[in-house]
């Protein structure tokens, strides 16, 4: 087991990509501290693990409130003594055209894409620093490197942050013997994208513009994130690792 007795955090794990990731943490040995605003799909979530004779726990946590982050890493402390991962994979996506924006709209797309997993990783860095170790993976996007193709201006900008925020972290704790990378999906098969492929003649359109010939699963996530959160990547730092199907070869 790669992570036995480390401890986990794996942000809006009560479905999709999070989900995925927080199982597959806790089949590997870790202690997977369930973080999600939705407190029934991440008590579904730590039901599993626990039957499966893993070891978890869920924090109901709004990550775009720096008092509730800061509650949730205290929370994880108190039970499981430390921290080692950090999985930022809570992300929301208000799909709308630039000049119907709201300042509201604005304030909660960066609040949780961005501002929260700055905060998240500072309360991380508190607590991996005076260890000299310690891995924090981000969910960014093939957005942050090309626009969407729905007029998403605003979540866009948000993964191209979270991109940099995945740079310069890396940067200034590497000194520490800290890893900072990130993971940019492309069109995964979660509850965010069903939204907008909510027919099947959409969900062909999109698998026909990727050279695997398929959407992705958010399985597909589960090797590239372990991969960048065990020692085989411990030599691995401000990379943005692309999990697309070849999408953004063309």
Known sequence: MRFAGQT???TGAGRGMGRAVAL?????????VVAEVDEPTANVAVDEILKAGGQAMAVKVDISSVADVRRLFKATVDEYHGLDILINNAGIGIAKPLLDYSEADWDRQLGVNLKGMFF????AARIMIPKRRGKIVNFASTAAFVS???PET??????GGVRQLTISVAAELAQYQINVNAVAPGTIMTDLTLRVLDTEEKMARASAKIP??????????V???LFLCSEDASYVTGHVLVVDGGWLLF
Do not use: C, F, H
């Not at 998240?120 to 309360?123: D, F, P, V």
């Not at 695997?212 to 699963?217: F, I, M, N, P, S």
């Open 223 to 225: 090797g590239p994130v």
């Open 8 to 10: 986990a955090i794996v």
């Open 24 to 32: 597959a943490l806790a089949a590997e040995g870790a202690n997977v």
């Open 148 to 150: 969407s193709s729905t």
């Open 120 to 123: 998240a990783t500072q309360e």
């Open 212 to 221: 695997l010939a398929r959407l992705g699963k958010p399985e597909d996530m």
């Open 154 to 159: 605003a979540y866009d900008i948000s993964k």
